[in-house]
């Protein structure tokens, strides 16, 4: 689907995508977003239908996420796990009685449809993938964007980021209060081409992808077309905050979830740096993060923010030390870097297991 929002003036592209990366003023187009006075074509990210009776107790059945009793309208999201408990594919979702909508990276939305379809057997199920409808995101429930989107957009349905709290039967990792998330309220509403268009003419302010990745990465939010790779636990990144459900029945994967968070810890974490900005380099996802001349990580998200100037997001080993002396490599040379924990090197290991007395001791009592 080609994006209205390009024929805006000021209009540049991001490359591969139908949407504009900015109107000309990146930072300008952050503080708008933030304020919930403008609205971004999140072409970056697709739709995906799941109908039928049993929607929500299958859901329920094949992922991290307690979807069996979804009320309509509720917003939440979930993880699809490998065996062994890493991340493959993951998904907003909000179910409007009658079918539950996916919002998912692009990239990944026909694998993840795939791997639907392979699961359904015998359920009352059908999946698809909905090329027809877009994705627009915006911030604030009562906001001019907000306003702009049910009065010209005439959503098919909407998600509300639950990141902005810890989900029932969820469980954060990180200590920093208030949590950077706390103050993110981001939707993302479903339009139909109609919509779209209706929107782009309907004199919106309008931002462009680069703002909406700035302030995720402000957020320390984790995104699976960035932040995931094939090794990738949702412990690393602080996702069993909205996304994994600790008390919810067997899935494939649990016994993984379970045991890093009870009685192990993640060999990973992801860190929130800033960047030294003294000479306008910003290294792009994949640099390499070093300590000490060791490499210790590499970034995954970066961005120049409107009011924090440039910052990212890295997987790093767990055994890197808080205080650590960090450089980015680039082309350019060494961007010094300040980490912030997100999720703290003694992560997991939350049970709490008795300590049995040691055999010696028995045998003097």
Known sequence: MGSPFAALPGAVMADGSAAPAHYGAPLREQALLDAGEALVHAADRAVVEVAGEDRLTWLDSITSQALGALEPGRSTELLVLDPHGHIEHAASVVDDGERAWLIVDADGADALVAWLRRMVFRSRVSVGRRDDLAVVGYARSESPAARAVLEHGAPVATWRDPWDAVSAGGHQYAVMVPHPGAGREWHEAIVTE???????????AAAGLLAA??????????????????????????WLRTAVHLNKGCYRGQETVAKVHNLGHPPRRLVFLHLDGSDTVLPGPGAVVTADGAEIGRITSSALHHEDGPIALAVVKRSLAVDASLQVLTDDGPVAASQQEIVPRDAGAAASVPRLPRLSSRARG
């Open 213 to 238: 990745e700035a302030l995720r990465i402000a957020a320390w939010r984790p995104r699976r077309a960035n932040e995931v790779d094939a090794r990738t636990l949702p412990h690393e990144l602080d």
């Open 194 to 204: 109609d919509g779209l268009a209706a929107l782009a003419a309907s004199g919106i």
